[in-house]
């Protein structure tokens, strides 16, 4: 299928590991230009290096209000197709091993700055008639995972958030989707199950198996499958999408709309 993204560009965050690299590497195969956004100077800078013909880098925080317009600065004119909206979630933690300070600082590093970013970009797919916003969250907005109250709560936000906004501006042929991904062979999943190991008393392996045993695929996901769907709602082709939250989590969700 010709998904129509040749010379295309999009913005995508955390593009050196897990989700945003799967995704920035599924564009780029689809001939699409990427702007790539990431904290680590070396694996950006290797990254980059591999793509010399697709790949912009900027190394930076995208959860910081100042990189925000740094890369608002560097797009300039030119026509933006679309933003993968992702970078990493807030540490995982129980509610009584949470403080008022965590919540603090996981207000700004799952909402507030999506907000900043929407708002920084927004203008311009309204002045194209034409954006694809894809926010990437977790399967925690459908159902809670144990020791991630922070992500639990503020990511239930997004959804609020990224639906009213989609309602918003649908006519304008832009569009606003989430993907809530469930256990992959991430960085983000091992340190979950390291938590879990840690409150568990078992090892890291024994909690890997236990897990599995509770997917209906019986394995973790891989980030090259999320990605072919993410791919796909970063195109022209999906425009009759909207305002969706989409489980990618091998059938965890046991819902009639998991």
Not at 20 to 28: E, F, K, Q, T, V
Not at 187 to 195: E, F, I, M
Request: proline residues 4%; charged residues 20%; aromatic residues 8%.
């Amino acid at each position: 299928m010709n998904l129509q993204l040749q010379n295309k560009l999009f913005l995508v965050g955390g593009a050196t590991a897990g989700f945003g690299n799967a995704i920035s590497r599924s564009l780029i195969a689809e001939g699409a230009q990427i702007i790539t956004v990431a904290r680590n100077a070396e694996r950006l800078s290797e990254f980059a290096s591999e793509f010399p013909q697709n790949v912009e880098a900027i190394n930076g925080d995208i959860t910081d209000p100042e990189i925000i317009g740094e890369i608002v600065d560097y797009v300039g004119d030119r026509r933006l197709d679309g933003i993968v909206v992702n970078a990493g979630g807030p540490p995982a933690k129980s509610f009584l091993e949470s403080n008022l300070e965590d919540w603090d600082t996981a207000y700004f590093s799952v909402l507030r700055w999506k907000v900043d970013l929407v708002k920084a970009f927004l203008p311009k797919f309204q002045q194209q008639k034409y954006g694809r916003m894809l926010f990437i969250e977790s399967i925690s907005v459908k159902q809670p995972v144990e020791n991630l109250v922070l992500s639990n709560s503020f990511r239930l936000a997004v959804v609020g958030f990224v639906k009213t906004l989609s309602q918003e501006v649908a006519k304008e042929g832009i569009t606003a989707n989430i993907l809530a991904p469930g256990y992959h062979d991430t960085d983000a999943v091992k340190r979950v199950l390291n938590k879990k190991a840690e409150v568990s008393g078992l090892s890291y392996q024994e909690v890997q198996k236990l897990l599995e045993k509770t997917i209906p695929v019986g394995r973790m996901g891989q980030p090259d499958e999320f990605a072919s769907l993410a791919t796909w709602l970063l195109s022209p082709l999906s425009g009759y999408i909207t305002g969706q939250t989409i489980s990618v989590d091998g059938g965890v969700m046991m819902g009639s709309f998991g």
